[in-house]
């Protein structure tokens, strides 16, 4: 049999998907719970019981899993709130195993113990993200707003890493870490790891604006990323209406803890509820609900010359304005510096 470079083969997989409207990814919140209450989280406003009481069982679970597989889905990201939080997480981790998908699982590594860390030696997943604020334990836990949670997440990486297993790193920089950047940036690499800051803030889902504070100054945006690291999940030269972001091309799509499928992490609506309905169909009339949505004439951000650079989208506009046409002033700042910067 011959061998192919994974990254070949994905790429390969993507392309076919495109070009057939169909999707290959899916990223399953199996749980709005998690350990943590980090300052800057959007999706914190339903880390609460009520919402957890919401949750699809086990045996829905695993329903919408099957459902996934027959629709040919090879990506699966398994993420929340914690994943790791349920209960039952290693019986659905396994079942997704057992399935073939490529599985990910993202976690905020607190809740990582040694009986799922060897768990998941047996049957590895194709990575694990872990997102690391900061260093320091009282720092974290300024960000993480939980006592105690420093040592545990520490002891979650240690874990990880002794069992072997892939673990990718991420930062998100706020106000509240910025002057630590550095610290992180060396505690990630000594563990023969990548560095993956982030940039990105977004509102809560409830329209708390309350990350938005937190966002750093666009100069040091740019310091930190450069201009390449503004667009990479903009598309402007492949898309024309509203949405020009990969959601467009209907090569993957998200669902909630309570089983409703949509295209945008930040846009829920429309949704479709995949206890009642076929993936098929939901993703055929989500993708003709996105590609026929156009800018309003009078829109501030109709051709714009800055979208080039801008990271403002229908998700971010719509939690922060109310409006998925409006132009946020923080991002049409940052793109005019950073078309400044170019100049």
């Known amino acids: ?9 994905s790429l390969r997989a993507h392309k076919k998907n495109w070009q057939m409207n169909t999707a ?36 829905y679970v695993k329903f919408i899993l099957d459902k996934i597989h027959k629709a040919g889905i090879m990506w699966l990201c398994l993420t929340g709130g914690d994943p790791l939080t ?29 009986e799922i860390a060897v768990y998941l030696k047996k049957k590895p997943p194709f990575a694990i993200e872990i997102t690391l604020n900061a260093v320091t334990e009282e720092l974290f836990e300024r960000v993480s707003r939980v006592k105690g949670s420093f040592k545990k997440t520490m002891k979650g990486i240690e874990l990880i890493l002794k069992e072997g297993l892939p673990l990718k790193i991420k930062t998100q920089i706020t106000k509240d870490n ?16 990548k560095f993956q800051p982030s940039i990105s803030l977004i509102c809560r889902l409830n329209g708390d604006l309350a990350p938005s504070s937190l966002r750093i100054a666009p100069q040091d945006i ?13 598309l402007p030269e492949a898309r024309s209406g509203l949405f020009r972001c990969n959601i467009g091309g209907g090569d993957g799509f998200y669902i909630g803890p309570d ?7 930040l846009l829920r609506e429309p949704h479709f509820n995949l206890l009642q ?20 004439a009078d829109s501030k951000c109709n051709g714009c010359n800055l979208v080039k650079f801008c990271v403002n989208c229908p998700g971010m506009a719509y939690l922060e304005k109310g409006d998925k046409e409006a132009a946020v002033e923080y991002c049409c700042e940052l793109a005019k510096q950073a078309r400044g910067e170019d100049a």
Not at 222 to 234: A, E, H
Not at 259 to 265: H, P, T
């Open 1 to 9: 049999m011959k061998e192919i470079q994974y990254k070949s083969f």
């Open 24 to 59: 290959n990814t899916c990223q399953f919140e199996l749980t709005f719970g998690c350990g943590l209450h980090c300052r800057h989280c959007y999706t914190d406003c339903y880390n609460k019981p009520f919402y957890q009481g919401k949750e699809l069982n086990t045996k």
């Open 86 to 114: 349920r209960i039952d997480f290693l019986d659905i981790y396994s079942y997704a195993k057992e399935r073939g998908f490529i599985t990910t699982v993202f976690t905020n590594g607190c809740s990582i113990t040694s």
């Open 178 to 193: 910025l002057q630590e950047i550095s610290h992180i940036k060396r505690f990630i690499e000594t563990r023969g790891l």
């Open 222 to 234: 740019l310091r930190l990323t450069g201009k390449n690291g503004l667009s990479d999940n903009c």
């Open 259 to 265: 089983g409703n499928m949509f295209l945008c992490n």
């Open 277 to 296: 309905v076929d993936i098929g169909y939901a993703l055929k009339e989500l993708l003709f609900s996105v590609r026929n949505e156009k800018f309003a």
